[in-house]
């Protein structure tokens, strides 16, 4: 993180978004809670030279705990990982969790007593800032950002520019993200993850585009009326609607350019691979239809059975809007990537055509809303 020339505006700026790229694959790839805290508080500490981070999270028991600390030497602060909130602290949590904007720096000014300050961040510091963690309408916890001296650039670092919304939004999906597994089996977590890493030693790229399209996917079937078990069956769908390319050649996989007719052919075998490789798995027999029907589409041209409207079932309908959406705006090796804009807008020519046009438009109302966090 630290530079060895003189630092300037531009070394500092260079400096914080390597280490939000570094922090956004780790919150990407890991899924214990107490590693992704100390990470983030770790990290959100040099990113935005603090004097300390807090990380404390909302548990099952309705409490809040601190996860993990971060901070310089001369703070002395006297909380510890894993250590309760006292009563006040979590008073004062509550009443800002439900008060202010999610994800928003929250400046905790002249209109705290001592006490408060005290009992949130340990510490009666100049500047203080409690950022409200929330991902699909859980409220999931704090973080606490603190600051010795008052620091107009800080300030503005922290309250001005996205940066901390940015981290704040990354880290609430990333606990979100094991607060579903933990609805799993053990056993069928540990095959998930298996067939995960198996994904990415074969396609990283598939891999981490289907981790994305799993959260964006799961937050629209919530934003849609879909029950909490048929939610995660959407989730667990497009997590896994890649993984039936386990069974596809390396030489058609990795091509550098476009494929041939027969190489598409190949290609289009995925859905029916990774439904075969799901079936029959303990708490997975409604993911395998929707990994089945995700290349369906809405007038028949779809494959691999050329289904067409209702025929196709509602969750395979939403990840065809996610993942074709995704698709147009990553960077792929054959084709430059689409803006939101021009991604949404090909979306809204094809409803009713390729896709439910009920499905995107809820999608699109999600996206320009600008309440989405992993993009």
């Known amino acids: 993180m630290k530079n060895t020339g003189a630092s300037t505006p531009a070394v500092d700026s260079i400096d914080r978004w390597t280490g939000l790229s570094n922090l956004s694959r780790y919150l990407l790839e890991n899924n214990a809670v107490q590693d992704l805290s100390e990470k983030t508080a770790r990290s959100v500490f040099e990113i935005l030279d603090l004097d300390y981070c807090q990380v404390a999270t909302l548990e099952k028991n309705g409490h809040y705990y601190y996860r993990a600390i971060a901070q310089k030497e001369s703070c002395g602060i006297f909380f510890q990982a894993n250590a309760p909130v006292s009563q006040?602290?979590?008073k004062t949590f509550h009443e800002i969790a439900f008060s202010e904007p999610a994800l928003r720096p929250f400046y905790m000014n002249e209109a705290f007593i001592p006490e408060e300050c005290m009992a949130c961040s340990?510490?009666?510091?100049?500047?203080?800032?409690?950022?409200?963690?929330?991902?699909?309408?859980?409220?999931?916890?704090?973080?606490?950002?603190?600051?010795?001296?008052?620091?107009?650039?800080?300030?503005?670092?922290?309250?001005?520019?996205?940066?901390?919304?940015?981290?704040?939004?990354?880290?609430?999906?990333?606990?979100?993200?094991?607060?579903?597994?933990?609805?799993?089996?053990?056993?069928?977590?540990?095959?998930?993850?298996?067939?995960?890493?198996?994904?990415?030693?074969?396609?990283?790229?598939?891999?981490?585009?289907?981790?994305?399209?799993?959260?964006?996917?799961?937050?629209?079937?919530?934003?849609?009326?879909?029950?909490?078990?048929?939610?995660?069956?959407?989730?667990?769908?497009?997590?896994?609607?890649?993984?039936?390319?386990?069974?596809?050649?390396?030489?058609?996989?990795?091509?550098?350019?476009?494929?041939?007719?027969?190489e598409w052919e190949k290609m289009r075998q995925h859905p029916q691979i990774g439904a075969r490789i799901i079936q029959g798995m303990t708490?997975?027999?409604?993911?395998?239809?929707?990994?089945?029907?995700?290349?369906?589409?809405?007038?028949?041209?779809?494959?691999?059975?050329g289904l067409k409207g209702e025929q196709i079932s509602f969750g395979a309908r939403l990840i065809a809007v996610v993942d074709s959406?995704?698709?147009?705006?990553?960077?792929?090796?054959?084709?430059?990537?689409?803006?939101?804009?021009?991604?949404?807008?090909?979306?809204?020519?094809?409803?009713?055509?390729?896709?439910?046009?009920?499905?995107?438009?809820?999608?699109?109302?999600?996206?320009?809303?600008?309440d989405v966090n992993y993009l």
């Open 122 to 262: 340990g510490t009666f510091d100049t500047q203080i800032w409690l950022v409200p963690l929330k991902a699909n309408g859980k409220h999931l916890g704090f973080l606490v950002l603190g600051k010795s001296q008052k620091s107009k650039a800080i300030q503005s670092l922290i309250e001005s520019t996205h940066l901390v919304d940015l981290i704040a939004g990354q880290f609430s999906n990333a606990l979100y993200r094991v607060h579903l597994n933990e609805k799993l089996s053990e056993t069928t977590k540990d095959i998930v993850q298996a067939l995960m890493k198996a994904l990415a030693a074969r396609d990283l790229e598939s891999s981490n585009h289907s981790q994305h399209m799993a959260e964006l996917s799961h937050q629209l079937a919530i934003k849609m009326g879909c029950t909490e078990e048929e939610s995660l069956d959407i989730y667990l769908a497009a997590l896994l609607h890649d993984i039936g390319k386990i069974g596809v050649e390396d030489e058609i996989l990795h091509k550098p350019g476009p494929l041939t007719a027969e």
């Open 283 to 305: 708490q997975l027999d409604e993911v395998a239809p929707l990994i089945l029907e995700h290349h369906e589409r809405m007038n028949g041209s779809g494959y691999p059975s």
């Open 325 to 370: 959406f995704m698709a147009m705006i990553e960077e792929r090796k054959y084709r430059t990537r689409k803006n939101f804009g021009e991604a949404l807008d090909e979306l809204k020519r094809n409803k009713d055509i390729l896709f439910d046009s009920t499905v995107v438009d809820s999608f699109v109302e999600m996206i320009q809303s600008g």
């Open 88 to 90: 006040l602290g979590e």
